[in-house]
């Protein structure tokens, strides 16, 4: 199975200061068909998970402008490019490029410092 | 608007079965996928397996071989999980997650449903 590493494990931010979250994978997420199928998601506390980024740099659905998604191959980051107090939580990246099975990363906490 | 409506929580004895359900609405079975996730409390997220609903054709996480059962009905647009044999670490939150194929990942999150397993 993939396996997905995030670092930081926690990032406290200064409000209005940017946040940025790498996740690295034990293989190339690059799929036959060409595209590359990792996501970032975003749990708020007691919340279920949210998708922010699909295809590695692409938003979702009413998502702010603030989130940008980037990377290759194995190495990616989500940036967020001024934290509001809203961005508190916990991101997980997470690929279906090799499925069976989904796998997500370890989770990165993201608080106000 | 897609919506993924779970069925509320359930205490279980070790041992026992738990089914879950999950309600989609605003075409979210139409062509899509239906994916488990637990997070156990203060844990990350695990997949569990998922299901086609317009083929009806299930694929389980390893981990969870022989224990789980994912099932849809597509007449009223609900998927189920089942999860059998349960020990105090099945504890968790359960979410039913949509996947859809144009974006190669999973969409829309059910609110999640607390298992817990207690003697």
């Known amino acids: 199975d993939i396996v997905l590493t995030q670092t930081p494990l926690s990032s406290p931010v200064i409000l209005g200061q940017p946040a940025s979250i790498s996740c690295r994978s034990s293989?190339?997420?690059?799929?036959?068909?060409?595209?590359?199928?990792l996501s970032w998601l975003q749990q708020r506390p007691g919340q279920p998970p949210r998708l922010l980024i699909y295809?590695?740099?692409n938003r979702f659905s009413g998502v702010p402008d603030r989130f940008s998604g980037s990377g290759a191959g194995t190495d990616f980051t989500l940036k967020i490019s001024r934290v509001e107090a809203e961005d508190v939580g916990v991101y997980y990246c997470m690929q279906a490029t090799h499925f069976p099975p989904l796998t997500f990363g370890g989770g990165t906490k993201v608080e106000i410092k | 608007q897609v919506q993924l409506v779970q069925s509320g929580a359930e205490v279980k004895k070790p041992g026992s079965s738990v089914k879950v359900s999950c309600k989609a609405s605003?075409?979210?079975?139409?062509?899509?996928?239906i994916s488990w996730v637990r997070q156990a409390p203060g844990q990350g997220l695990e997949w569990m397996g998922r299901?086609?609903?317009?083929?009806?054709?299930?694929n389980y996480a390893q981990k969870f071989q022989g224990r789980v059962t994912i099932t849809a009905d597509k007449s009223t647009s609900t998927a189920y999980m089942e999860l059998s044999s349960l020990r105090s670490e099945d504890t968790a939150v359960y979410y039913c997650?949509?996947?859809?194929?144009?974006?190669?990942?999973?969409?829309?999150w059910g609110q999640g449903t607390l298992v817990t397993v207690s003697s």
């Open positions: 293989q190339s997420l690059v799929h036959s068909d060409g595209n590359t199928y």
């Open positions: 997650a949509r996947g859809a194929l144009d974006l190669g990942t999973e969409d829309y």
């Open positions: 299901i086609i609903p317009i083929l009806g054709i299930p």
């Open positions: 295809k590695v740099s």
């Open positions: 605003g075409g979210a079975l139409s062509s899509n996928t």
